[in-house]
Nanobody, 122 residues
């Protein structure tokens, strides 16, 4: 089991940037791939990005490719999501999660964080 706490969300104008952080504790952080997901009001949760346990491989949803960058620092038990060129359609609650099974990059995830709100104004 792992506990995850997201931070870094906020209100930003279109075209701006935010950097989200996900701090982990509990099970060995460096042994698991991590993912970022988001859920907008009235919509289902969608996949945003994933990173392998070592940080050597990343995978992005088409909607954020070229704008978002996922990274991790295993010495700090933290995964990051750098969000650039933000659009109003990026508005959502962003959650991180730890790998629970499946195969790269479409893992199953558990240990969801509580989420951090990202709001992008026009």
């Amino acid at each position: 089991q792992v506990q995850l706490v997201e931070s870094g969300g906020g209100l930003v104008q279109a075209g701006g940037s935010l950097r989200l952080s996900c701090a982990a504790s509990g099970r060995t952080f460096s042994s698991y791939a991590m993912g970022w997901f988001r859920q907008a009001p009235g919509k289902e949760r969608e996949f945003v990005a994933a990173i392998s346990w070592s940080g050597g491989s990343t995978f992005y949803a088409d909607s954020v490719k070229g704008r978002f960058t996922i990274s991790r620092d295993n010495t700090k038990n933290t995964v990051y999501l750098q969000m650039n060129s933000l659009k109003p359609e990026d508005t959502a609650v962003y959650c991180c999660a730890a790998e629970a099974g499946g195969t790269w990059p479409h893992y199953e995830y558990d240990s969801w964080g509580q989420g951090t709100q990202v709001t992008v104004s026009s």
